[in-house]
């Protein structure tokens, strides 16, 4: 599970290890967050680890999953895709720093943990699942983010594609698009109530969401309930992807 400290990765290591599954949590930074978090469901029994690791480097994530894999005996037969950032730039202004660092988190490092996942699952003949973290972004274009949506919207077609690659190998792959969900990545949403209510009028269920909302589809695709579902995106979004505000 990547970026599993915070937000959406935070709620779904939760899910998931009440589900009882070992979570590997991943996180970038500050370890504390991380350790509470393992020292939270270790205490109630769960089994976990925390593991620093930025996506983007190679040399990072084949550790990460060296040390998942030593801890828990096995290949991981679950990927979570789910670290990204983000942070506004009008196309004129947008550097390239900018550019390079977004499309470095949020796909390449998806790119390089399903490289490993795929690797591993397929060299000891085993099934698994990768779960990506996309956005309605991969879908609605987004004025002053058009890295994130690149990036969201190179996930899709990164996905579908690997998603045909690894249905021989019984791996399936498929894509959680949440919509506004109340996390850090959108604290100036959580913070000003105006600019809150701006953007429920643009939901349809007309509230934002809560992370345990997308861990719980997550959690879904990830099961044997979705033992048919391959390629696909499933929307969480209050109706976002609805166009609410095209008449
Ligand atoms: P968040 O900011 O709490 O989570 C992102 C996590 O990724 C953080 O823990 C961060 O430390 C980690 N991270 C950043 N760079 C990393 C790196 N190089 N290597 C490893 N980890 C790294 O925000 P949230 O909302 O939980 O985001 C999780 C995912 O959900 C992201 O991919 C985001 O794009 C996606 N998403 C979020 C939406 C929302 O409204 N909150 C909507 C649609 C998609």
Redesign the pocket.
């Known amino acids: 599970m990547?970026?599993a400290?915070?937000?959406?990765?935070k709620a779904t290591a939760e899910r998931l290890n009440g589900d009882g599954a070992a979570v590997v949590v991943?996180?970038?930074?500050d370890p504390e967050p991380a350790d509470e978090l393992v020292a939270r469901l270790t205490g109630r029994g769960g089994s976990a680890i925390a593991v620093e690791?930025?996506?983007?480097d190679e040399d990072a994530v084949a550790e990460l999953f060296r040390r998942g894999t030593e801890a828990f005996g096995g290949p991981i037969d679950l990927l979570v895709n789910?670290?990204?950032?983000?942070a506004p730039y009008p196309l004129v202004d947008m550097p390239l720093e900018e550019w390079n660092r977004v499309l470095a988190?949020?796909l390449t490092?998806a790119f390089l943990c399903a490289r490993e996942t795929a690797r591993a699952l397929i060299a000891a003949s085993e099934p698994g699942a990768i779960v990506c973290?996309?956005?309605?972004h991969e879908v609605i274009p987004w004025p002053s983010f058009s890295h994130y949506c690149a990036s969201k919207g190179g996930m899709k077609l990164f996905a579908e594609t690997i998603a045909r690659e690894l249905a021989p190998h019984g791996i399936r792959v498929a894509s959680v698009g949440?919509?506004?969900?109340l996390?850090?990545?959108?604290h100036e949403l959580v913070e000003d109530e105006d600019k809150r209510r701006e953007v429920e009028e643009q939901i349809p269920w007309g509230r934002m969401g809560e992370?345990e909302e997308i861990a719980a589809a997550i959690a879904w695709l990830a099961g044997p309930e979705a033992s048919y579902v391959t390629g696909a995106t499933l929307f969480v979004d209050g109706g976002m992807t609805l166009y609410p505000g095209v008449t």
């Open positions: 990547t970026g400290a915070t937000g959406i990765g991943n996180f970038v930074g690791g930025d996506v983007s789910n670290a990204g950032v983000e988190v949020n490092g973290v996309s956005s309605v949440p919509g506004a969900i996390t850090p990545i959108n992370p």
